[in-house]
């Protein structure tokens, strides 16, 4: 519990929790603490498999947001235009989840994503993986622990030394119950 506390003291977040299983497990446990069967959810096509996991334990509904792509033909991140779209298209959905690093290393903007997120009171959820190292350099993108996302996982093995699957799920809002987190991490 020390070690929680001074991880979260070091990224910024209200609460971190260590996960010994992978980012996977802290994406469903995002899913589990934060969702009813039934919520609508938008997310970014460029997920991660175990946000389908995620998804089918919680039975949680998916409304997908492309991702364009570049003239090479990489996938980009989403758009907080195309975000703000699908927002207002599907009203009900309780929040919005979004992989940023991409698994290509592509970066969303979450500075406006969030700000969207916030104008339409949705819940931010952030995938940043590849993103554990941002808080360290000011040349990097800013994490989304930093901006204020409410729930971010972070996989320490991706990018930073550990040992093993060692990831992190930082709780970063009052909007989250810790307890209903911590519930869903027992779970997985």
């Given at each position: ?6 991880a ?15 980012s ?18 938008l997310?970014?096509?460029?997920f ?7 998804l ?8 997908f ?5 570049d003239?090479h ?11 703000n ?9 309780r ?15 979450m500075?406006?994503?969030?700000r ?6 949705k ?6 993986a590849?993103?554990?190292h941002?808080?360290?350099c ?26 093993t699957?060692?990831?992190?799920l930082?709780?970063?809002s009052?909007l ?13």
């Amino acid at each position: 519990r020390e070690s929680e506390e001074t991880a979260s003291s070091i990224y910024g977040s209200k609460r971190t929790f260590y996960l010994v299983n992978g980012s996977s497990a802290g994406i469903h446990a995002m899913f589990l603490g934060l969702m009813k069967p039934g919520n609508k959810v938008l997310i970014g096509r460029n997920f991660h498999r175990s946000a389908v996991a995620g998804l089918i334990f919680s039975d949680i509904k998916p409304e997908f947001i492309p991702c364009r792509q570049d003239r090479h033909g990489i996938s980009l991140n989403i758009s907080a235009n195309d975000l703000n779209s699908h927002i207002k298209r599907h009203p009900d959905c309780r929040a919005v989840y979004i992989t940023s690093p991409s698994y290509v290393g592509v970066c969303a903007d979450m500075g406006e994503i969030l700000r969207i997120c916030r104008r339409h009171n949705k819940l931010l959820l952030v995938d940043s993986a590849w993103g554990a190292h941002f808080s360290f350099c000011s040349k990097l993108p800013p994490s989304p622990v930093a901006l204020g996302a409410d729930m971010v996982v972070q996989s320490i093995h991706k990018t930073l030394p550990s040992l093993t699957g060692t990831s992190l799920l930082h709780i970063c809002s009052d909007l989250i119950d810790c307890k209903t987190v911590k519930d869903a991490l027992r779970m997985v």
